[in-house]
C-alpha cells in the first residue's frame, strides 16, 4: 500500500510505530521496521547523548530498514541535553524525527540541514497548522482517545482527523484508537495517510516490558482508562489502577488547588518499576482506550500482516460490495 507517508519514510507499510517511555527501545523499534512499518527508539528514555548513540547503533545492527527516534520537548527541573540529542541523532544517520510536546522549531533548522524528516505529533489542528509553517515534514494527529497526552480540547478523531485534511497542506497520520485494520481504512477514508499505533505496541512480544504490562492491556476493556492532572492542565490519559484512583482523589478533594508535588508518588519516576519490573499498582502509565480492541500479542510481523491484509480485504471486499 503506497501513500505520501510510505514514499515520504521509505517504507513498505503506512503504520508508525508511536515514541512511548520505558517502551521504545531498539527491540521493538527494530521488530516494527523489519515489518515494514517505521519503528521509532523513545529518545528521553535513554536520557543521555551517549545512551541514545548506543541505542541507535544497536537498532542498526536488527534491522537494515528505515526508523526514527522520538524527541518529546518538556518543561523539566533537569532539562535534556536537547542539543547534544540532536546532535547524537544527526551522527547517527537517523533519517526521521518524531517530535512532540513543545514546539520544535529550536532543532528543526539542525533536522533540516541533515536531511532527517520531521514528524510532529499535535492534538489540534491549529497546532498542525503549525508544525506545518515551522517547515515539519508531516503530522501526528492525535486524537482525544489517545494514550498519554490527548491536550485539552478533548476532540475525538471522528472530527479531529476530516479537520485536519481539511486545512493542512502537508500529509498527516492518524493517532490515538488506532489498532487494526479497520483504524487504517478508517483513518484513510478521514484524510489520513497512515497510522501511528502506541498501546497496541506495547501488546507484542517484542516490546521489551514486563509480561505484566502486556497482559494489563489484553485484559483491559475500552472502559479502563482515566483522565489524571485535568486540573494542572497537563491531562494525560491512563489505565486505571490503585494509584490513579488514589490520584484522582487527590484532585477531587485539593481542586484548584492541587500541586505537583501533591501527586509526585503518584506519576515521578514510576515507569521503569511499571515497564520493567511489572508493578502494575505503583504508579500512573499511559494507555489509550484502544486497549479495547488489544485481544492478543502477537509478533509485530504477525500483526502487521494482519493488519494490512485485512485492510486490502475492507477495501476491495466490503466496500467495494457497499459501492455495488
Excluded at 527508539?41 to 536488527?62: F, H, S, V, W, Y
Excluded at 514546539?103 to 499535535?122: Q, R, S, T
Aim: charged content about 25%; aromatic content about 4%.
Amino acid at each position: 500500500m503506497k501513500t505520501k507517508i510510505t514514499e515520504m519514510f521509505g517504507i513498505e507499510h503506512p503504520i508508525i510505530q508511536g515514541g512511548m517511555h520505558y517502551v521504545g527501545f531498539a527491540e521493538l523499534a527494530a521488530a516494527v521496521s523489519n515489518a515494514g512499518g517505521l519503528g521509532i527508539i523513545t529518545g528521553l528514555t535513554q536520557g543521555t547523548p551517549e545512551k541514545l548513540a548506543n541505542e541507535i547503533a544497536r537498532c542498526k545492527d536488527m534491522t537494515d530498514k528505515p526508523f526514527g527516534v522520538n524527541l518529546t520537548f518538556l518543561p523539566s527541573l533537569a532539562q535534556p541535553d536537547y542539543p547534544g540529542l540532536v546532535k547524537t541523532i544527526i551522527e547517527g544517520g537517523v533519517k526521521v524525527v518524531e517530535t512532540a510536546g513543545r514546539n520544535p522549531a529550536e532543532v528543526l533548522p539542525h533536522l533540516k540541514d541533515a536531511g532527517i524528516k520531521v514528524i510532529h505529533k499535535c492534538t489540534s489542528v491549529r497546532h498542525s497548522l503549525k508544525a506545518q509553517q515551522i517547515g515539519c515534514d508531516a503530522v501526528s494527529v492525535d486524537g482525544f482517545e489517545c494514550g498519554g497526552h490527548p491536550g485539552e480540547d478533548d476532540i475525538p478523531n471522528f472530527i479531529l482527523l476530516p479537520r485536519a485534511a481539511d486545512e493542512l497542506e502537508i500529509p498527516f497520520v492518524a493517532s490515538g484508537g488506532m489498532a487494526d485494520a479497520r483504524s487504517l481504512v478508517a483513518a484513510m477514508a478521514l484524510g489520513a495517510e497512515g497510522m501511528n499505533m502506541g498501546t497496541r505496541f506495547i501488546a507484542t512480544q517484542e516490546a521489551p516490558v514486563h509480561e505484566n504490562v502486556k497482559h494489563a492491556i489484553v485484559a483491559a476493556s475500552e472502559l479502563d482508562t482515566r483522565l489524571v492532572m485535568r486540573p494542572l492542565r497537563n491531562t494525560e490519559r491512563v489505565l486505571n489502577n490503585d494509584a490513579v484512583q488514589r490520584l484522582l482523589e487527590k484532585e477531587a478533594a485539593l481542586g484548584k488547588d492541587i500541586q505537583f508535588d501533591d501527586i509526585k508518588e503518584e506519576v515521578a519516576g514510576v515507569y521503569p518499576k511499571i515497564m520493567m519490573e511489572g508493578d502494575m499498582e505503583i504508579g500512573a502509565w499511559s494507555c489509550g482506550m484502544v486497549a479495547g480492541l488489544v485481544n492478543d500479542i502477537p509478533t509485530c510481523q504477525e500483526l502487521i500482516s494482519r493488519i494490512m491484509t485485512e485492510a486490502e480485504d475492507i477495501i476491495r471486499q466490503r466496500l467495494a460490495r457497499v459501492g455495488a
